[in-house]
């Protein structure tokens, strides 16, 4: 019979301890400390309370409880000695099947890894979705970690013992998470669009009406017809918007939604987890035959990342009035115009003024967002509510110099274009470290025509800077930029600088 809260609450501190045998590998003292805090809400709520005890935990504790985990494939394994969970993991990813190449390949990585940090690999290997990853994706796992810096890789082995601690608890109260497992699928359905260059080495890029975007707005459009929502469509911009009705004609709507483009081989859960989940909770209610005292109304926006064109935002922007009828005539590397692509997608230009959305009709926005960070896996968190939304400044710079032989030229005859934006970005490392809060990147970087035995004359790079508030946003960017002036005057060299993008916080 599958364990439940209510007994584990109620059972004797020994009982208890016992109940939770073998979630964490060999150490019972995690368990221990974690039952000090029953009564446990949730099974979420107990899971977290395990897991703040190994992150207060000593790095003398942390490392034993890593050194407790078998090698995958390794001594134990053959010798049968595994625990009755690990077994049936290392079964469940094929790893009690290897051929004799597979197991000599996981026997080296073995002895490299111990070598290499001075305790096992640990890897989660039922996988995300608890079936088990293949053989192959466990060894280029295991051999890309090899490189990963101690400090790194030592909270790296940490979560995926916590992944593991939490599919031992969903085994033993028969806990399955069928909506997650909806999502995560339906995440995987939608990473098979992508554009040509990436999709054939495995990369997810969808960049604005490509074949794949419009593949993706398609297999979007269909979803949300087969959860039920109400009205569906492909608006002027290529957003696909779903409206859930209210229960009373009239009432107000929240509105929801992320983007689907991708940055160049991007994740496949950033902006497309603002979409999904929205969905499954859309057909949830559609299901149990519920209304709400308002309207949900879904927006997967077309575009966000301004990877095909200059312009960003321009499925957001419209909808607030924000879209700049002067976008349509910039060009893409291929020389196509935006009016172009819009035109060859079916879209209807003249309809996008009409887009613009009546905030008195709304009670709302709300998005689901993937962190693309590492504070909640820090703090052993599933989720956070976030306190702002940083505002960002984009510009698309270029530094000139003086190309030159690199042989002859000497040090102090120089006007090395890359050597100047190289110290820039030093810069901008420590300028926005001085906020606490504030993100400086340069994201691009390209020496056009570049040789090995040539000076730079050129250095094509682009500024992104961001801070919670507008006015710290606006003394970063002062700052920097008068920085750039004056690297550029001491070095000998000018600059070009074109702001391509300005976001309020």
Same mark, same amino acid.
């Given at each position: 019979?599958?364990?439940?809260?209510?007994?584990?609450? =109620?059972?004797?501190?020994?009982?208890?301890?016992?109940?939770?045998?073998?979630?964490?590998?060999?150490?019972?003292?995690?368990?221990?400390?974690?039952?000090?805090?029953?009564?446990?809400?949730?099974?979420? *709520?107990?899971?977290?309370?395990?897991?703040?005890?190994?992150?207060?935990?000593? =790095?003398?504790?942390?490392?034993?409880?890593?050194?407790?985990?078998?090698?995958?494939?390794? #001594?134990? $394994?053959?010798?049968?000695?595994?625990?009755?969970?690990?077994? *049936?993991?290392?079964?469940?990813?094929?790893?009690?099947?290897?051929?004799?190449?597979? &197991?000599?390949?996981?026997?080296?990585?073995?002895?490299?890894?111990?070598?290499?940090?001075?305790?096992?690999?640990? /890897?989660?290997?039922?996988?995300?979705?608890?079936?088990?990853?293949? #053989?192959?994706?466990?060894?280029?796992?295991?051999?890309?970690?090899?490189?990963?810096?101690?400090?790194?890789?030592?909270?790296?082995?940490?979560?995926?013992?916590?992944?593991?601690?939490?599919?031992?608890?969903?085994? #033993?109260?028969?806990?399955?998470?069928?909506?997650?497992?909806?999502?995560?699928?339906?995440?995987?359905?939608?990473?098979?669009?992508?554009?040509?260059?990436?999709?054939?080495?495995?990369?997810?890029?969808?960049?604005?009406?490509?074949?794949?975007?419009?593949?993706?707005?398609?297999?979007?459009?269909? +979803?949300?017809?087969?959860?039920?929502?109400?009205?569906?469509?492909?608006?002027?911009?290529?957003?696909?918007?779903?409206?859930?009705?209210?229960?009373?004609?009239?009432?107000?709507?929240?509105?929801?939604?992320?983007?689907?483009?991708? !940055?160049?081989?991007?994740?496949?859960?950033?902006?497309?987890? +603002?979409?999904?989940?929205?969905?499954?909770?859309?057909?949830?209610?559609?299901?149990? +035959?519920?209304?709400?005292?308002?309207?949900?109304?879904?927006?997967?926006?077309?575009?966000?990342?301004?990877?095909?064109?200059?312009?960003?935002?321009?499925?957001?922007?419209?909808?607030?009035?924000?879209?700049?009828?002067?976008? /349509?005539?910039?060009?893409?590397?291929? +020389?196509?115009?935006?009016?172009?692509?819009?035109?060859?997608?079916?879209?209807?230009?003249?309809?996008?003024?009409?887009?613009?959305?009546?905030?008195?009709?709304?009670?709302? &926005?709300?998005?689901?967002?993937?962190?693309?960070?590492?504070?909640?896996?820090?703090?052993?968190?599933?989720?956070?509510? !976030? =306190?702002?939304?940083?505002?960002? !400044?984009?510009?698309?710079?270029?530094?000139?110099?003086?190309?030159?032989?690199?042989?002859?030229?000497? $040090?102090?005859?120089?006007?090395?274009?890359?050597?100047?934006?190289?110290?820039?970005? /030093?810069?901008?490392?420590?300028?926005?470290?001085?906020?606490?809060? %504030?993100?400086?990147?340069?994201?691009?970087?390209?020496?056009?025509?570049?040789?090995?035995?040539?000076?730079?004359?050129?250095?094509?790079?682009?500024?992104?800077?961001?801070?919670?508030?507008?006015?710290?946003?606006?003394?970063? !960017?002062?700052?920097?930029?008068?920085?750039?002036?004056?690297?550029?005057?001491?070095?000998?060299?000018?600059?070009?600088?074109?702001? %391509?993008?300005?976001?309020?916080?």
């Amino acid at each position: 019979m599958p364990l439940t809260l209510h007994e584990l609450n =109620t059972a004797s501190a020994a009982d208890a301890l016992q109940l939770l045998d073998g979630v964490y590998e060999h150490s019972p003292w995690i368990a221990e400390r974690a039952l000090a805090q029953r009564p446990f809400q949730s099974l979420a *709520h107990l899971r977290h309370a395990m897991a703040q005890t190994v992150r207060t935990a000593s =790095t003398e504790a942390q490392l034993g409880l890593i050194r407790a985990h078998p090698e995958l494939a390794g #001594k134990a $394994m053959v010798a049968k000695s595994l625990t009755a969970e690990s077994t *049936h993991e290392q079964s469940k990813a094929g790893l009690t099947q290897c051929t004799p190449d597979e &197991f000599a390949r996981i026997q080296q990585l073995n002895a490299d890894y111990n070598a290499r940090f001075g305790f096992p690999f640990i /890897l989660a290997v039922r996988g995300p979705r608890g079936t088990g990853l293949g #053989k192959q994706q466990i060894i280029d796992t295991f051999a890309r970690r090899l490189d990963n810096h101690p400090d790194l890789e030592r909270a790296e082995a940490l979560r995926n013992i916590h992944r593991i601690a939490e599919i031992r608890l969903n085994d #033993k109260f028969d806990a399955e998470p069928v909506l997650g497992n909806d999502v995560w699928d339906w995440h995987e359905q939608l990473a098979k669009h992508s554009d040509p260059g990436f999709a054939e080495k495995g990369q997810l890029t969808v960049t604005y009406l490509t074949d794949a975007h419009r593949a993706c707005a398609d297999a979007l459009s269909h +979803g949300m017809r087969a959860c039920g929502f109400d009205e569906v469509e492909v608006d002027a911009v290529g957003n696909v918007v779903g409206r859930y009705h209210p229960a009373t004609p009239g009432a107000r709507y929240l509105m929801t939604g992320s983007h689907y483009d991708t !940055v160049r081989n991007g994740g496949k859960y950033d902006g497309r987890l +603002g979409i999904f989940v929205p969905m499954a909770c859309v057909r949830e209610l559609h299901r149990a +035959g519920k209304r709400l005292p308002f309207g949900i109304e879904v927006v997967a926006f077309a575009e966000e990342e301004g990877q095909r064109y200059k312009a960003t935002f321009l499925g957001s922007g419209a909808l607030i009035g924000h879209f700049n009828p002067a976008w /349509l005539d910039q060009k893409d590397a291929d +020389g196509v115009t935006m009016r172009e692509a819009m035109q060859h997608a079916g879209l209807c230009i003249d309809d996008i003024a009409k887009l613009q959305r009546d905030p008195a009709r709304y009670l709302g &926005f709300i998005e689901v967002h993937i962190e693309q960070g590492p504070v909640l896996n820090e703090l052993d968190l599933p989720l956070g509510v !976030v =306190t702002s939304i940083n505002g960002g !400044v984009r510009f698309v710079c270029e530094m000139i110099g003086t190309a030159s032989h690199a042989g002859t030229t000497p $040090m102090d005859r120089r006007h090395d274009a890359a050597v100047g934006v190289a110290e820039l970005a /030093l810069y901008i490392e420590q300028r926005a470290a001085q906020d606490g809060d %504030s993100v400086g990147t340069i994201g691009l970087l390209n020496v056009p025509g570049g040789s090995i035995n040539v000076v730079p004359g050129r250095c094509q790079f682009s500024l992104d800077l961001r801070a919670p508030t507008d006015a710290q946003r606006d003394a970063l !960017v002062r700052d920097v930029l008068d920085e750039l002036a004056r690297i550029a005057q001491r070095r000998g060299l000018r600059f070009t600088l074109e702001e %391509s993008m300005r976001v309020a916080a």
